[in-house]
């Protein structure tokens, strides 16, 4: 059964949640203007940093609900559920606090935490990259699977969206999301065609007048190909996609980020902060640079891809009709 909110949304679509990226400025206008806004609950340096950052996106939704009479798509965080991110059940009890309507899972998919979401009424969506992945997501009850394919930025896979849908759907008959160089409406308009219920959208929201990255980034992305995101494990120790420009200005060469162990960054930092430094530094994006060349309020990205979107089915539709 897929979830009643999605048939609220002005277009079927979740803005990813983003490392140093997803604040609460982002995610506000996502959910005012129908798009299911998300963020990492990492992106505050404390717990009750993380908190703050909750209770005023609430108080905000609220707010825009009660003087405009409209109703908000539904918010996220992001929960690393790993045993190196001592952070994961403080986080959580924050999370089942403020009952978070949507709890988006990477790296473990644990039953307890799923449970726990679920008791509130909340919806546990979780990254795979792979059928494996998938199945053990599925065993611990969760409500939705975001597939990751190749080209997508941040942790990727490297399979093409259409075949990794088709195997996930064989045995999976919950809420779909894929993500993987999804930049417009017409890109939306395919997710969906190949069967997906959501689509699932991070670089395209880095170029918004309400995300935390820099300027330099932001135009590195208007500047930058396909052809210019490099799949590597020399950054975090998992491949992810990144900007070949940023790499590049850190000293990473060709050379080392073919290798397939993290560079060492410095022994004087934790490993969490290493992380952060990397990331801060080297800036991650999905293939669907190729398509950016601006940067806009989220309102008016938004208002885009609704119209992107509906031209897209109208043309199908028109084009297609001889074969319905």
Known sequence: MKPSFIHDLSVPAVAAPMFLISGPKLVIECCKNGVVGTFPALNHRSTDGFEVWVIEIKE????????????????????????????????LEICIKHKVPLIITSLGAVPDLVNAVHSYGGLVYHDVIKKRHAEKAAEAGVDGLILVSAGAGGHAGTLNPMALINEIKQ???????????????????????????????????????????????????????????????AVSGVNANFLRPSLEAMGITEELWSQTKKVDFGSELDAAKAEAKAWKTIWSAGQGVTSIKDVQSTQVLIEALVKEFKEALTRQNEEYKNYC
């Open 60 to 91: 905000a939704l609220a707010t825009f609900e009660k003087e405009t009479g409209k109703k908000a798509a539904p918010f996220g965080v992001n929960l690393i559920v790993h045993p190196t991110n001592p952070r994961v059940q403080p986080d």
């Open 171 to 233: 045995f999976y008959k919950k809420t779909i999301l894929l993500s993987g160089c999804i930049s417009n409406g017409n890109d939306i308009a395919s997710a969906i065609q190949m069967g997906a219920d959501l689509a699932y959208m991070g670089t395209r929201f880095i170029n918004v007048d309400e995300s935390m990255a820099d300027q330099e980034y932001k135009e590195m992305i208007m500047n930058s190909k396909a052809e210019d995101i490099v799949y590597t494990a």
